[in-house]
């Protein structure tokens, strides 16, 4: 075969690794972190025990789930030197950039930074995904010219997320679908920052500096910054009634519809299912219905309008009824990609974990396509 016919192009269906973590079908629209099915997880775990699960292998008995709950609040404060320099980031700079730079800073105050022991990579996993939430909910309150809430003992990742970002206790309900949401998000197989991720500490390199890679790479629009992106769409819809015409003007301008289409799910995203669910059920909990209508009435109409051009595989991605769900949630929509990352980071750290226990540099090759046997005329000569 030649190097051509055996490239493929965004290396798509292309198997570049091994991983017990998570297993996605496409296909069939499922979605399996460890052998338990997602739905599974969402309905009858927490986030906290789908983070137990992603770096122990199975769900925590009692005690490992309050241990693990215990390591995670006596480390969800973050480091005062950090704070001094999250106060001077610019409050306009885009949320996922100051995101990178806190985590890049972050690595200066781990005294673990520089050991890639496994003991000392387990201690900044934890560390990462007690802080990761903590620095967002700051971002947000500095960006807004607020004070900084600090985190609370005892309570779970998504309380103390809305406590720390809104300054008021959550209600059940909406810590409750924070929680399924982070669930939902946990992980995701070799998805683009989670190998960006796993290229990058395959060279040996700190896991601070690949989840920094990570968080550049999940920043794009194609990737995480898709459900800001379907957020800035409902807004422009504005109406279910204007859909059917919106989606039109989309596709007839060759513009994407944000939160619709999967590299591998060729059917409804599973998370797409639950949290379509979710935002309904906040919906009529909260009395505030319009975001849930948009996106429903723009879901049926982006399926039927892209099933006439052939597109029958394109339906909505985990990103088209987040957005409606944060925004229910109070988060303000330029933050829906860090509270992403926020509940990705347990994933992320399992899959730095899992390429360091049995590491081989990720390094393919390319199809050259330049020019050959090209002479260099000294600079003098050039014009
Ligand atoms: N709206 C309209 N058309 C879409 C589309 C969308 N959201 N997603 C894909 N398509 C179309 C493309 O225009 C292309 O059509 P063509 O063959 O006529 O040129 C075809 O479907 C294949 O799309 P492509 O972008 O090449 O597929 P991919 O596997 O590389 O991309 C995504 C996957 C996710 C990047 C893509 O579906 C997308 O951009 N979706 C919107 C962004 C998004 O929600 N990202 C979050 C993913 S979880």
């Not at 944060?326 to 347990?346: D, K, N, Q, S, W």
């Amino acid at each position: 075969m030649s190097d051509e016919a055996a490239f493929k192009v965004g290396l798509e269906d292309v198997i570049a690794g091994v991983s017990s973590i998570t297993s996605v079908n496409g296909l069939e629209g499922r979605l399996v972190y460890r052998g338990y099915d997602i739905h599974d997880l969402a309905l009858n775990s927490t986030f906290e025990e789908v983070i137990y699960l992603l770096w122990h292998e199975d769900l925590p008995t009692h005690a490992e789930l309050r241990d693990l709950s215990a390591e995670l609040d006596a480390n969800r404060q973050i480091p005062e030197g950090l704070i001094k320099f999250l106060r001077q980031f610019p409050v306009d700079a885009p949320p996922m950039d100051s995101l990178r730079s806190a985590i890049s800073l972050l690595s200066f105050f781990d005294p673990d930074t520089g050991d890639n022991s496994l003991e000392a990579n387990r201690r900044k996993a934890m560390r990462l995904t007690a802080q990761f939430g903590t620095i967002v909910a700051a971002l947000a309150r500095l960006g807004q010219g607020k004070e900084i809430i600090a985190p609370v003992s005892g309570k779970t990742t998504a309380w103390n997320f809305l406590y720390m970002l809104n300054g008021v206790e959550p209600n059940h309900t909406m810590e409750h679908a924070l929680d399924v949401a982070m669930v939902l998000h946990a992980d995701h197989e070799f998805n683009p920052s989670t190998f960006a991720a796993r290229v990058s500490v395959a060279t040996l390199t700190d896991m601070y500096a690949a989840v920094t890679t990570a968080i550049g790479t999940l920043a794009g629009p194609l990737h995480g910054g898709a459900n800001v992106e379907v957020m800035r769409m409902l807004e422009q819809v504005g109406d279910p009634h204007e859909a059917e015409e919106f989606v039109a003007d989309a596709l007839k301008n060759g513009r994407k519809l944000m939160g619709i289409g999967h590299r591998v799910y060729k059917t409804l995203d599973p998370r797409a299912m639950s949290l379509r669910y979710m935002s309904r059920q906040l919906a009529e909990t909260s009395g505030n219905r319009k975001w849930y209508d948009i996106s429903e009435a723009l879901e049926g109409a982006a399926e039927r309008a892209l099933a006439a051009k052939g597109k029958t595989t394109l339906k909505a991605n985990v990103d088209f009824f987040s957005a409606s769900v944060y925004h229910v949630l109070g988060i303000p929509t330029e933050f829906f990609t860090p509270v992403f990352a926020v509940a990705r980071i347990p994933g992320l750290t399992a899959h730095i974990l899992e390429q360091l226990g049995h590491n081989k540099l990720i390094r393919p090759r390319a199809v050259y396509t330049g020019e050959t046997g090209r002479k260099v005329t000294p600079l003098s000569h050039r014009g």
